[in-house]
């Protein structure tokens, strides 16, 4: 048992430096689509997770998430999160600045979404054609090792579901608006003059406690709703 917790947290950490890296490859790569190179010039569009880490959100705060209940710090577990270093982006170079920048800053999200959707098709294809894939599939879904299963099979199911619940957290926490999050770029965006300067005025250590508390408490009241409908889907496909 102990042995299948620690590799179910190996491939979250993986999946969740894979989707970190997507994230900001999107970003980057929108921006180059609507006029500014700074991130691409910067080597940013690419998925080698090197390019994007910032050392608390990519490594250290993950890990204590992942790996801290296994070793005894069960105060550390309940919600996976973690953020990835800022794209540079210069909106003077868009050709309509606000509605570019919004583009770019949602390619990030959106992002995240193509990889729930890659991973829910995966597991969709298994319950249809794979004998029992009802069966496995579910039990991914549980925290379990797919049973009766190749052990290529059983990675395939593990990490397909895996994906789902991380690359689904990442999407509702980076909408979140709080800086220096996605959703607050947006809201930014659509705020007056006076209102933005007191806006950017939050940071440091402020928006580190709302993203952990706020931010826990917020993905815990949707993202199970979201899980249940992906869930439900894979039981009647």
């Known amino acids: 048992m102990q042995s299948t917790r620690f590799l179910i947290a190996v491939f979250e950490f993986v999946l969740l430096l894979f989707s970190l890296s997507f994230h900001e490859c999107a970003h980057a790569w929108m921006a180059s689509m609507l006029g500014d190179q700074t991130a691409r010039l910067q080597g940013r569009i690419t998925l ?66 193509i990889l729930v959707a890659v991973a829910f098709m995966v597991l969709a294809l298994i319950c249809i054609f794979i004998p029992n894939g009802h069966i496995m599939v579910l039990a991914s879904f549980a925290g379990m090792l797919p049973p009766a299963a190749s052990a290529p099979l059983q990675a395939i199911v593990l990490l397909s579901t895996l994906c789902i619940f991380v690359n689904m957290s990442l999407f509702f926490f980076n909408l979140l608006p709080i800086p220096p999050l996605d959703g607050s770029r947006v809201v930014r965006n659509m705020l007056p003059y006076n209102a933005v300067v007191a806006y950017d005025r939050i940071g440091g250590w402020i928006s580190y406690l709302l993203m952990i508390v706020v931010g826990g408490f917020i993905l815990d009241l949707v993202l199970r709703p979201a899980l249940a409908l992906v869930y439900y889907g894979l039981v009647h496909v």
């Open 48 to 113: 080698n997770p090197m390019y994007h880490a910032d050392p608390i959100g990519t490594f250290l705060f993950p890990a204590l998430m992942i790996f801290g209940p296994l070793v005894g710090l069960g105060m550390f577990g309940g919600f996976l999160i973690g953020w990835a270093k800022p794209t540079p982006v210069i909106t003077r170079n868009f050709r309509r600045i606000v509605r570019d920048d919004n583009l770019t800053t949602l390619a990030g999200p959106a992002s995240n979404l």
